[in-house]
C-alpha cells in the first residue's frame, strides 16, 4: 500500500485559492488600479499589499494524506493548544479526547476532515467572538460542528470555532455525505480555532505546542 495519497483531484493551477477569497481578492485589485489610474501611488501600492495578503490569506495547497491505518489527520493547519483527555463535553457524551488547533492568520484557513466517515450531523450555533485561543471559546464562540460516523461505528465530532478577527465560518458539508480523509470540507475566513473531539479509545500523537498541517499531519490513532 503506498504511504500517501490524493483525497482529492490535484488542483490544476500554480498558486491555487480557495473560492471564497475570490470577491475580496478581485475588489482589493480593482481598488487598487483605480488609486493607480487615477495617479495615487502611495494608496496603490497599499491596495497590492492587500490584495496579495489576501492571496495568501486564501491560498488552498493541494495536501498528500498519510495511509496509515487507523490514523487521524489534523483538520486545520495551526499549533496545538489542548491535547487532552476530557470527562465530558457539550459535543460527545462521556469521556472522550480533546484536540484544540489554533490557526494564526498567517496559516492556510481550509480546513479538512480527519477520518473517513459519513457526516451524521452539521450544528452551527451563533455566538460571542472571544480569542480563539481562551478555553471559554469552543463554547461561547460562534462555532459549527460536524459529526462524522466512521467506517467502525466511531464517532468524531469537528468544530469550527469563530474567534477574535475570525468572523465567517465556511463548511461545505451536509448530512449524510460520504466524506474521505483529508478532503476539504470548509474554512473559517483569518483564523481562528478547530477543535476535535475523538472516543477515548483513540491515541493523542500530538502534544501542546506542535505546529500541524491540515490533512498531513497525524494528531491521533485508531488501535
Not at 480533546?98 to 481550509?110: D, R, Y
Request: hydrophobic fraction near 45%.
Amino acid at each position: 500500500m503506498k504511504k500517501y495519497s490524493w483525497s482529492e483531484p490535484s488542483v490544476q493551477t500554480a498558486f491555487p485559492v480557495a473560492k471564497a477569497g475570490y470577491p475580496l481578492i478581485l475588489a482589493a485589485a480593482f481598488v487598487t488600479l483605480i488609486f493607480a489610474l487615477l495617479g495615487m501611488t502611495a494608496l496603490a501600492l497599499l491596495g497590492v499589499v492587500v490584495a496579495f495578503s489576501f492571496c495568501g490569506f486564501f491560498r488552498d495547497p493541494d495536501r498528500v494524506i498519510p495511509n496509515q491505518s487507523g490514523g487521524i489527520v489534523a483538520p486545520a493547519d495551526g499549533k496545538v493548544i489542548v491535547a487532552k483527555t476530557s470527562e465530558g463535553s457539550a459535543f460527545i457524551d462521556g469521556r472522550c479526547k480533546k484536540i484544540s488547533i489554533f490557526m494564526s492568520v498567517f496559516n492556510v484557513h481550509v480546513n479538512r476532515i480527519p477520518f473517513d466517515g459519513v457526516v451524521q450531523k452539521v450544528s452551527h450555533h451563533p455566538g460571542k467572538f472571544f480569542a480563539a485561543n481562551l478555553d471559554k471559546a469552543s463554547l461561547q464562540n460562534e462555532h459549527n460542528a460536524v459529526y462524522l460516523q466512521t467506517p467502525d461505528n466511531k464517532t468524531i465530532c469537528v468544530v469550527q470555532v469563530a474567534g477574535l478577527i475570525a468572523r465567517r465560518i465556511i463548511c461545505y458539508v451536509q448530512p449524510e455525505m460520504d466524506l474521505t480523509k483529508g478532503q476539504r470540507y470548509g474554512l473559517i475566513c483569518f483564523g481562528s480555532r478547530l477543535d476535535v473531539y475523538l472516543p477515548d479509545d483513540a491515541e493523542i500523537t500530538v502534544a501542546v505546542g506542535d505546529k500541524v498541517k491540515a490533512g498531513t499531519s497525524l494528531i491521533g490513532q485508531f488501535g
